[in-house]
C-alpha cells in the first residue's frame, strides 16, 4: 500500500459511513462489558436482524472502546445522518429496543439521552483519546477513515528524521509515564547515537494501582499507538519495536496483537512501509505481573527475557538499552501523542496546556466521585474542575479529602491545594507527583497513614530486591506504619519513619526505591495531625484503625487492660 | 507405570501430557528458541498445564539452553507464575487504590473468614484458589474482582461471597458431595 | 593508556581513563566501603555503601557502577554519607540472622569488619527475624541463608568466572533466596562444579567448608584476580 492507497481507503469508508441513516456506537472496553455491554449487543444484533431488508443496511453496529464515563455504562452513542449524536447511559437490552425503535420511528425515544452540555464531555480536550469511542478497535478501516498512519504516510515521504524529532521537540510533549522528561530530546538522542541496531519500546506496563489509562488506548485504539512508534522508529533509525503490555491486560494485548498484523498485511507496519525504504517491525511483549517491570531498565531486561531487576543509570537507555543497544522507551500515551502533533504541527499541541508543561493528559478519575471513568484535559487544569466539574463532586454528599495522584510514587493532595493547576511542576511542589494519570478521590472515611500503609505494602510486595534501602527500607517503613496504625507506635517511630524515608528515598538504585517513601512523607506533610491522633491519642479520625494494640514499653501504663496485672480482688 | 492396564490401548493415541508438551514445543518453535523468549515460553506452560512444575521448567530450560536456576529465577520473579497447582476456581480481588479505598480488604477478609484460608492460597479440598491483585484496572467498577475469569464490578463482601459459593455448587456434581 | 585527572575531597588525583570511579578513589588511600562490589566481578550497584556525592549529578551515585571521567568532582565522605551508610548498613543486620558470636566466620567477616568501622554500633530498626534454613547435603560445603546479606557475590562468580551458573536467585524484594539449580539441595545439583569459588567469595559465613567451628572460616579472594589476568590478558599462554 501507498500514500495513495491508504487515502484511497480512508475516503471509501467515510463516504460509505456518511451514507448510513443511523450509527450505534456501542461501548465494548471492559468496564462497559461487564455492565452489561455484551447482553445489549445481542438485543442489538437480534432487533437488527428482525428489521425488514430497507431499514437493515442503513444501519451500523460498531463495537468501539473506551467513551469515558464508564460508571455510567454501559455506554451507548447513536449518531443520525444529519449528524446529530445523542449519548444514552446505563443502557439494558429493554431500553436500547425503545431507544433504537424511537429513532427508527422518527419519534423522540422516552429513555432520556446524557444532555448535550454534559460537563464530563464539554471540559475535556481530546488529542490522544480522540478516536476512542469512534471506533471499533479491531477495524482497520475504522482507523483508517479517522486518519490513522496518515501522519506515517506524510513523515516517510515528506520530512528528515531530523526534522521530526525537531517538530516533537518544539511541541514541547513531556513523557506521559510520570517522569516528565521532554520526549524530544531523548528522541534527538537516539537519533545521534551511533549503533549497527536501535530499538523503540512502547511502555505499556501500567502497574500504578487506580490507573488504566494506557489499557484504554491500548485496547480502544490500538492502531494509535503504532503509528506513533513506526513514526519514532523512523526519526531515530530504528527498524525494531517492542510494545510491552502489563500481564493483566489481556484483551490490550490481544487487540494489539491484531491491530500488527492487520497492519502489516495492508503495509503499514513491516518492510518497505507505505513504498518507502523505512522498515519498520513491531513485536509484543506480554509481562507477567511485576510493578518494577514499569520502570525503564527493569523494563528491558524483562524483554530480553530475564528477572525484571533495573540497572544502574547512567548509562541511560538512549546509550545503552535493549542489548546494550541505544533504544527509545517512552510511555504509550506518549506514543498516542505523536500522530496528532505531526498532523497538525508542534504549535497546534503547544497552545494546550501551560509554559512547562504542554498539551494534554489524560487521567484515570476514580475513587468516591459520581463520574468515574478516563478523561483527557489540558495540562494547568485545576485539580477543582477535575473532581467537580468533570467528575461531578462526591456522591452522597462526602467532604473532599484528598485526591491521590501518582499512586505508589506520588501523593495525597489535600482540599486547600484543589485550586493547583495539574500540571508536572505544580504537582512536584505539593510533594505529588503526575505518575502516569491515576486520580483517585477520597472522603473523610479515608485514613491517610493506613493509605500511606496501603501503598507501602504494595511497595513492599513489589521491590525487586536488588538494593538494600528498598529490600529491606520498604519492610521497615511498612513496620512502622502498621505500628502507628495499630496503636502501638510512640513519638520515636514517626521520627525513625521519616529519617528512614529520606535514606530510602536518596539511596535506592532505581524508580521504585526512591518514590517508595512519598506517600508518606507526603501524608506527613498534610495531614500529620492525623498521624499524631493515631500515636499520642490512640485514635483514627477517619475510624478506619482498630488500634487495638498497645507500645511495649508503655506496659505499665496500660496494665489495667490486660488482665494478667490485674491484682485477685 | 510399571503397572499395565488390562487392556492396553493399541492406539498411538498422545497422553494428555503429551499432547500439552506438544502445545509447548509450538510457542518454542515459534520463537525460534530464542532465550530472550523465556517468559513467553513460561505464560504458554502456565497456560497449557496450569502451573509450572519442576518438570516443566527443567523442560524449558533445556530447549532453551539455559541454566535451571535462570529459569527458576525467572518464573518465581512474576506473579503471574505458579509453581502449585490451582483450585477449580479462581477469586482474583483487586487491590488497586480505588478498590481499597472502597473496601476491597472487607472483601478479602470476609472471603477468608468464610472459606477458612489466606489470600495468595487454594483451600484444602482444592475447590477456590483466593488472590489479591494489584489493580486489574477497572478502578470505575470499584471494588471490583474476577471470578474465573468473568469481571464482577461493585462488589460488597456479601454478595462476593454468594457469587463465589453460587460458584462453587454449580460445578459441584451432585453424586461426588459426600458427608 | 590515558590518563584524566579528577577532583577527589579537594585533592587533584590522576586515574586511568574509563577506570572505575571506585577503583580510582581507592588508588589514592581512600578507604570506601563496599560489600557486593569484588574486583574481577561485574558490577551490580546493590548494597549501595559506596555512594558519593558527585557534582552535577543530581542524586548521590554508587562509586561501582561509575567511570571515572575527566573533570570529575567527587566527594566521598561527609556527615550525610556517613550518617546514610551506616543506615543501609543497619538495614542489612536487620534483614536476616547476623549473630557473630556463634558465626564461622565470627572476626574474619566484612559485614562485622565494616559495622566497626563505620561505627555501626546499634541498629535502630526492627529486626525481622526470619525463619531461614540451613542446606548442608553438599559433602563439601554448606550455607546459612540466615547469614546471606544478598550481595550475589557467589551468583556471579559462579556464572562469570567458573561459568556453571548453578546460582541465581528465587522470588524477589525481602522473599529473595539465592538457590541451587531448580531450587533444589545443593547436594543434589547437577550443575555445580564444586569449585568451591562461591565459598571464598562470600563476604559473610552463609557459604562456608563443611566442619568449620566458630571463627574458623576464612575467605581468601585474591586467586580470583590472578586467573581473570591470567585468561583475559592471556598471561597463561600455552
Known amino acids: 500500500m501507498n500514500s495513495a492507497d491508504l487515502q484511497h481507503l480512508a475516503e471509501e469508508e467515510q463516504q460509505r459511513q456518511q451514507q448510513l441513516n443511523l450509527r450505534l456506537f456501542l461501548c465494548y472496553s471492559t468496564p462497559c462489558l461487564s455492565a452489561g455491554a455484551d447482553l445489549v449487543k445481542v438485543a442489538l444484533d437480534e432487533l437488527i436482524a428482525g428489521l425488514d431488508e430497507k431499514q437493515r443496511p442503513d444501519l451500523d453496529i460498531v463495537a468501539t472502546g473506551c467513551m469515558g464515563p464508564c460508571s455510567r455504562g454501559p455506554l451507548l452513542r447513536v449518531v443520525e445522518r444529519n449528524g446529530s449524536e445523542k449519548i444514552f447511559e446505563k443502557v439494558t437490552p429493554e431500553s436500547v429496543r425503545e431507544i433504537i425503535g424511537s429513532f427508527l420511528a422518527d419519534r423522540a425515544p422516552s429513555v432520556e439521552p446524557l444532555p448535550a452540555d454534559f460537563a464530563f464531555f464539554s471540559r475535556q480536550t481530546l488529542i490522544a483519546l480522540e478516536n476512542n469511542g469512534w471506533v471499533d478497535p479491531e477495524q482497520i478501516v475504522h482507523s483508517i477513515a479517522r486518519g490513522a498512519y496518515n501522519s506515517l504516510a506524510h513523515v516517510l515521504h515528506e520530512m528528515t528524521s531530523e526534522q521530526v524529532c525537531s517538530e516533537i521537540t518544539r511541541s514541547g510533549l513531556r513523557g506521559r509515564g510520570g517522569g516528565g522528561y521532554p520526549a524530544g530530546v531523548k528522541w534527538e538522542l537516539v537519533r ?170 489524560v487521567f484515570a478519575l476514580c475513587g468516591e466521585v459520581v463520574n468515574s471513568g478516563l478523561i483527557e484535559v489540558q495540562m494547568g487544569t485545576s485539580l477543582r474542575d477535575i473532581v467537580f466539574e468533570i467528575g461531578g463532586g462526591l456522591p452522597d454528599g462526602g467532604t473532599f479529602k484528598a485526591a491521590q495522584t501518582g499512586g505508589p510514587s506520588g501523593g495525597c493532595i489535600p482540599a486547600q491545594h484543589l485550586d493547583t493547576p495539574v500540571d508536572y511542576e505544580s504537582l512536584q511542589a505539593l510533594g505529588s507527583i503526575m505518575g502516569s494519570g491515576g486520580l483517585i478521590v477520597m472522603n473523610e472515611t479515608s485514613c491517610m497513614p493506613d493509605v500511606a500503609k496501603f501503598f507501602m505494602d504494595f511497595c513492599m510486595d513489589e521491590s525487586c530486591g536488588k538494593c538494600v534501602p528498598c529490600r529491606v527500607g520498604t519492610v521497615e517503613m511498612y513496620e512502622l506504619l502498621q505500628r502507628i496504625t495499630n496503636g502501638s507506635a510512640m513519638d520515636e517511630d514517626l521520627q525513625t519513619l521519616e529519617e528512614l524515608c529520606h535514606v530510602v528515598q536518596e539511596t535506592s538504585l532505581c524508580g521504585l526505591g526512591m518514590t517508595a517513601p512519598n506517600p508518606v512523607l507526603n501524608t506527613l506533610q498534610y495531614f500529620r495531625d492525623e498521624y499524631l491522633a493515631h500515636i499520642r491519642d490512640n485514635q483514627c479520625p477517619a475510624g478506619v484503625c482498630r488500634l487495638d494494640q498497645i507500645p511495649l514499653l508503655k506496659l505499665p501504663e496500660h496494665a489495667e487492660q490486660l488482665a494478667i496485672f490485674k491484682e485477685e480482688p | 507405570m510399571t503397572k499395565t492396564p488390562p487392556n492396553p490401548p493399541v492406539t498411538n493415541e498422545k497422553s494428555p501430557h503429551e499432547l500439552k508438551l506438544q502445545l509447548l514445543d509450538k510457542t518454542l518453535k515459534k520463537s525460534q528458541y530464542q532465550q530472550d523468549a523465556l517468559i513467553e515460553v513460561l505464560h504458554t506452560a502456565q497456560e497449557t498445564f496450569g502451573h509450572l512444575d519442576e518438570d516443566i521448567l527443567d523442560y524449558v530450560s533445556i530447549q532453551l539452553k539455559l541454566p535451571p536456576s535462570w529459569v527458576y529465577g525467572v518464573a518465581t520473579f512474576y506473579n503471574f507464575f505458579s509453581l502449585e497447582p490451582q483450585g477449580d476456581h479462581v477469586c482474583v480481588v483487586c487491590m488497586g487504590t480505588a478498590c481499597y479505598v472502597k473496601g476491597a480488604g472487607d472483601i478479602v477478609a470476609r472471603i477468608e473468614q468464610e472459606f477458612d484460608m489466606k489470600a495468595g492460597t487454594t483451600t484444602t479440598d482444592n475447590r477456590l484458589t483466593l488472590i489479591s491483585a494489584r489493580c486489574l484496572g477497572n478502578c470505575s467498577l470499584a471494588p471490583m474482582l474476577t471470578l474465573d475469569g468473568s469481571v464482577l464490578g461493585k462488589q460488597t463482601p456479601d454478595s462476593t461471597v454468594a457469587a463465589v459459593k453460587e460458584k462453587i455448587s454449580s460445578s459441584s456434581v451432585v453424586g461426588e458431595e459426600t458427608s | 593508556m590515558s590518563v584524566i585527572t579528577l577532583t577527589i575531597n579537594g585533592e587533584l588525583v590522576s586515574a586511568r581513563s574509563g577506570q572505575n570511579l571506585l577503583e580510582a578513589i581507592r588508588d589514592q588511600g581512600i578507604k570506601l566501603p563496599t560489600l557486593c562490589y569484588l574486583d574481577g566481578l561485574s558490577t551490580r550497584g546493590g548494597c549501595r555503601l559506596c555512594l558519593v556525592d558527585i557534582s552535577g549529578y543530581p542524586r548521590l551515585q554508587t562509586a561501582c557502577t561509575t567511570t571515572a571521567t575527566e573533570g570529575m568532582v567527587v566527594v566521598t565522605h561527609n556527615e550525610k554519607i556517613n550518617r546514610y551508610r551506616k543506615m543501609i548498613l543497619e538495614l542489612t543486620f536487620a534483614e536476616r540472622n547476623h549473630t557473630c558470636a556463634v558465626c564461622v566466620s565470627n572476626e574474619h567477616c566484612e559485614l562485622q569488619t565494616m559495622a566497626a568501622e563505620l561505627g555501626m554500633d546499634h541498629v535502630r530498626y526492627d529486626y525481622l527475624n526470619p525463619q531461614l534454613g540451613i542446606d548442608i547435603s553438599h559433602e563439601k560445603y554448606g550455607v546459612d541463608h540466615n547469614r546471606c546479606i544478598l550481595c550475589l557475590r557467589c551468583v556471579r562468580v559462579c556464572d562469570e568466572v567458573e561459568g556453571a551458573h548453578t546460582l541465581d536467585v528465587r522470588h524477589r524484594g525481602i522473599n529473595s533466596r539465592v538457590i541451587t539449580d531448580l531450587n533444589r539441595l545443593w547436594g543434589e545439583s547437577e550443575s555445580c562444579t564444586e569449585c568451591g569459588k562461591c565459598v571464598e567469595v562470600c563476604p559473610t559465613g552463609a557459604l562456608f567448608d563443611k566442619g568449620m567451628s566458630v571463627g574458623e572460616m576464612k575467605k581468601k579472594t585474591n586467586f580470583l584476580r590472578r586467573i581473570l589476568d591470567g585468561r583475559e590478558k592471556n598471561q597463561w599462554n600455552r
Open chain 1, 192 to 361: 545521534k547515537a551511533q549503533a549497527e541496531r536501535k530499538f523503540v519500546v512502547a511502555n505499556g506496563d501500567e502497574g500504578d494501582p487506580g490507573a488504566y489509562m494506557d489499557r484504554t488506548i491500548m485496547e480502544s485504539d490500538p492502531h494509535r499507538v503504532l503509528e506513533g512508534m513506526a513514526i519514532a522508529g523512523y526519526a531515530v533509525g530504528a527498524e525494531q519495536g517492542y510494545i510491552y503490555v502489563r500481564g493483566e491486560y489481556p484483551l490490550a494485548a490481544a487487540r494489539l496483537a491484531k491491530a500488527i498484523k492487520d497492519a502489516e498485511r495492508h503495509g503499514l507496519l513491516g518492510s518497505r512501509v507505505l513504498d518507502s525504504s523505512f522498515n519498520f517491525r513491531v513485536d509484543l511483549r506480554v509481562g507477567a505481573g511485576a510493578f518494577v517491570c514499569g520502570e525503564e531498565t527493569a523494563l528491558m531486561t524483562s524483554i530480553m527475557g530475564r528477572r525484571g531487576q533495573p540497572v544502574p543509570r547512567p548509562p541511560y537507555p538512549a546509550q545503552s538499552g535493549l542489548w546494550g543497544l541505544p533504544t527509545l522507551i517512552n510511555n504509550v500515551e506518549t506514543f498516542a501523542s505523536v500522530a496528532p502533533i505531526m498532523r497538525h504541527g508542534a504549535e497546534w499541541f503547544a497552545g494546550f496546556g501551560t509554559e512547562k508543561s504542554k498539551g494534554t493528559k
